[in-house]
């Protein structure tokens, strides 16, 4: 069956009306990922705020400063995990099946279920730059930082939300979904995003070192420290989106071995 | 006599089911590790700030992922209740004319066995990844009675808040509220290294003295919140205190449950 | 003067606005099966958490054993047996592990509590599987489990809340036969159903609670007999419909059936049957088909209701 291409946006743009809506309409599932971050930023901002003299820190007016990156990216991994979850109820309730069954291209329902919490990553990372405004936290890069910052939200909660839709699909499971949350809650902790990894040491440091989300947060940190630079920009935009086009592939194997099965 | 034994067999039920049911028991020993670690690694560089009580940062964030999983085993029971009561195994548990007291205590002397377990688990990585008790025996003394001390506070507001709510909205309050109680006190830095708004939160919080009671064995020799009487008599009035409160409050929960 | 085993008094239980339990009598004699029917929400479950002290009454007292169920509830507790709605029991232990803590809530001494597990298991025929977890139990086996739980402490009084609900026609059969057994043994039983059959069969009396009140109390012979004449039921073809009806109103008060079918209280009885077939043949009604049904519980629900019991047709016949 040949689909023409207007009707494949057609479709991704009701899809992802869809999805967009279902995260808005489920303040309870999604508020949890707007508050807690904002919320370890806060205690972050009282318990450390005589680390940032410490040697390995960059020279920074406070350590919510510091930690903007680190908040914005906490935020958007927790939130990603939402639209996933959704995708998996969706095949759980057999509303999937029943997308299958009509005519729909198939990238389409994957990407339509995406864009939602892809948009909702954006605006997760413009309510922290805008929730931190207040207290002084500003990014350096201005108005190209900002965007930057914002469109690397995106990016990032498509990628992760990619990642779990490989799980959403392989075990058609919301609790298996919601179950990975804790792996990225130690990817997370294993890298740089609440201090340098210049301060740690041993095989944590190794970790660290290892771990890409390090470099994605350091490439926000330094926008939001030090101002405009190739390698921040390429930093904050470029690894998320590496990422999103691994696990993208994998999402779409995953889809096909599902739609072989059935 | 027939309270004691009523206690007895509530207890082995709860201990039998760490076997029977891994799956809860399993995420109870992992967190307090994972916190354990994950804190130790990421805030390795936070005991060089002038005034931190010790220079091992997992001498600091031990205790703290032990109490952390302790309050959550303690709240734990109130989730198990609610399945009990969901199910309707509760209403037979009700309908026996055991004392009322033996309900609460039964299961609360289950879930402690499990939190001695946590704890030494969680102890033993401690000293593996690093930590050092220069409190010795003692020391070690204080870690447990701040966690057995923690549970059942936490448990006594678990048990309660499942009496009143009955249903799974209780489990939520029951995480939220420890979580946010144990986080706004000295879990991360202690008092004289925090400023501002959590200072003066943590001062309060009674979470603060009971973790002070939980380190008095790692922290430095010198330091004042090293093994004295000084250092562990809030940490003990605030578990007799909260506890004896928590577990009051399950109880009358318990009994108005027929109203 | 009066000790039967219950006693209910201007019995209430209300939920906000709600008047769950509104003001119940209820006497249950000694050595009695006491059949409580009613639909799903009528409130007979909330009168039996009442009775069995898990709910505090609104209003009114109660006494079961001869104590009173609010000031003597731990009293109450030790004569009574309770065999809960959905075999309540934990799916991780054991059939002797639930008994084992049974006995132990109960205070069975700990040198008869064996003894005593292993005699209530041989009694319900799961010795075999005594040390199987509850799980792995179907649905009959958990009900038998869950009677043989609410005898450990040989209670004077035994309450069955919905005892066969859900099980298929054998196993419903082997408990009403353990039901009745108790019963002949000096048990004074309470029995909550939904099912007409299951009070018809077993129950010595019943009553019928709708609404929260009790509409219908006596032995189930004579509720029968006291909504009087048999129903006659007749099916002729659709375009005799209204002709048939104009014929039958002679004989009685028209009653609701099924579509399709005509039914009539025949007043007088049986001996009348004849007389109707020849005043449709008179005039010139062709019968497809007639019955005669003698007055059911059902019909008694529905006469007392209003309405007729909801999923009574479908109720596995086991008589």
């Known amino acids: 069956m040949r689909r023409k291409p207007a009707d494949t946006v057609r479709q991704f743009v009701a899809l992802s009306r869809r999805s967009t809506l279902a995260i808005f309409r489920q303040p309870a599932l999604v508020g949890p990922s707007l508050i807690f971050p904002l919320f370890f930023a806060a205690l972050g901002s009282s318990s450390f705020s005589r680390a940032i003299s410490l040697p390995g820190f960059p020279k920074v007016d406070s350590y919510l400063q510091f930690t903007l990156a680190g908040t914005v990216t906490q935020g958007v991994l927790f939130g990603s995990v939402t639209g996933a979850a959704a995708l998996a109820t969706d095949i759980e309730e057999g509303f999937f099946d029943r997308l299958l069954a009509a005519p729909t291209s198939r990238t389409s329902i994957l990407f339509g279920r995406l864009a939602g919490s892809s948009l909702f990553g954006a605006l997760q990372a413009l309510i922290f730059l805008l929730a931190l405004l207040p207290f002084g936290v500003t990014v350096q890069a201005g108005l190209l930082g900002y965007v930057s ?19 959403a699909l392989k075990t058609g ?64 935009l470029v690894i998320p989106a590496g990422i999103a086009v691994l696990t993208t592939m994998l999402a779409l194997r995953q889809l096909s071995v599902r739609l072989a099965a059935r | 006599m027939s309270t004691g034994r009523s206690v007895g067999i509530l207890a082995a039920r709860s201990i039998r089911n760490i076997r029977r049911l891994p799956s809860a028991f399993f995420p109870a020993l992992a967190m307090p590790i994972f916190n354990m670690v994950v804190f130790a690694g990421t805030f390795f560089a936070v005991t060089k700030i002038p005034g931190f009580p010790t220079d091992r940062s997992i001498n600091w964030y031990m205790p703290l992922g032990i109490m952390m999983g302790a309050a959550f085993a303690g709240v734990g029971l109130g989730f198990t209740t609610i399945r009990d009561i969901e199910t309707g195994f509760y209403d037979r548990l009700r309908m026996s004319p055991t004392s009322r007291m033996s309900l609460v205590i039964g299961p609360l002397m289950g879930t402690l066995t499990r939190v001695v377990m946590m704890t030494t688990v969680v102890i033993a990585i401690g000293i593996a990844l690093g930590a050092r008790f220069s409190g010795g025996v003692l020391g070690v003394l204080c870690l447990y009675i701040a966690a057995l001390g923690l549970s059942t506070i936490g448990a006594g507001w678990g048990l309660g808040l499942a009496f009143i709510f009955k249903d799974m909205r209780g489990a939520a309050i029951m995480q939220l ?73 399950a109880l009358r929960q318990l009994r108005k449950l027929s109203n | 003067m009066n000790n039967a085993p219950i006693i209910a008094e201007q019995l209430a239980r209300h939920f906000g606005d709600v008047k ?52 003597q509830a731990d009293e109450v507790r030790r004569n009574i047996g309770v065999a809960l709605q959905d075999a309540a029991i934990d799916p991780l232990m054991t059939g002797y592990e639930l008994l084992e803590l049974q006995a132990v809530l109960y205070g069975i001494a700990a040198t008869k509590m064996k003894q005593r597990a292993n005699e209530l298991l041989e009694r319900v025929g799961l010795t075999a599987a005594a040390d199987r977890r509850v799980a792995t139990y179907s649905g009959g086996m958990r009900r038998r489990l869950d009677l043989a739980l609410s005898l450990i402490h040989q209670p004077a009084v035994l309450f069955l809340d919905e005892p066969t609900t859900g099980l298929d026609p054998m196993s419903r059969l082997t408990l009403w036969e353990e039901v009745r057994r ?12 939904q099912y007409l059959e299951e009070a018809d069969q077993l129950a010595d009396r019943i009553a019928i609670i709708d609404h929260g009140k009790i509409v219908r109390e006596g032995k189930p012979s004579e509720l029968k007999r006291s909504v009087g004449d048999p129903t006659l039921l007749i099916n002729v073809s659709r375009e005799h419909s209204d002709a048939a009806r104009s014929v039958l109103a002679r004989f009685g008060d028209m009653r609701p059936t099924a579509e399709g079918t005509l039914g009539v209280g025949l007043r007088g009885g049986a001996e009348r049957v004849a007389e109707v077939v020849r005043a449709l ?35 596995p016949q086991a008589g």
């Open chain 1, 173 to 236: 499971s919301a609790e298996a979904v919601q179950g990975t949350f804790p792996v990225l809650f130690i990817l997370l902790f294993l890298s740089s995003a609440f201090f340098p990894r210049e301060t740690m040491s041993g095989a944590y440091r190794h970790i660290a070192d290892f771990n890409p989300i390090s470099y994605m947060v350091e490439g926000q940190r330094s926008l939001s420290i030090d101002g405009v630079s190739l390698v921040a920009i390429t930093q904050t």
């Open chain 3, 20 to 71: 769950a339990v509104d003001g119940i009598n209820l006497t249950v004699n000694q050595g009695e099966i006491f059949g409580f029917l009613g639909p799903n929400g009528a409130g007979k479950s909330t009168a039996v958490r009442m009775l069995t002290t898990l709910l505090r009454p609104t209003s009114g007292t109660a006494r079961v054993a001869g104590y009173d169920v609010v000031k």
């Open chain 1, 149 to 167: 910052i914002v469109v690397a939200g995106f990016i990032t909660a498509f990628a992760v939300g990619a990642l779990m839709s490989v799980v």
């Open chain 3, 182 to 193: 108790l019963n002949r043994e000096g048990t004074t039983v309470m029995l909550t159903t």
């Open chain 3, 281 to 315: 043949d008179e005039a010139k009604l062709v019968v497809e088909h007639l019955e005669l049904n003698q007055p059911s519980l059902d019909d008694v629900f529905a006469e007392a209701t209003g309405y007729r019991l909801e999923g009574a047709d479908n109720a």
């Open chain 2, 177 to 249: 509220s420890i979580f946010l109680v144990m986080f706004l006190s000295s879990a991360q830095v202690p008092l004289n290294v925090m400023d501002g708004w959590l200072h003066t939160v943590a001062r309060v919080n009674p979470a603060t003295n009971i973790l002070r009671l939980a380190r008095v064995g790692l922290v430095n020799e010198s330091n004042v919140d090293h093994l004295s009487f000084g250092a562990v008599w809030g940490g003990l009035l605030a578990i007799l205190l909260m506890g004896g409160l928590s577990l009051g409050f």
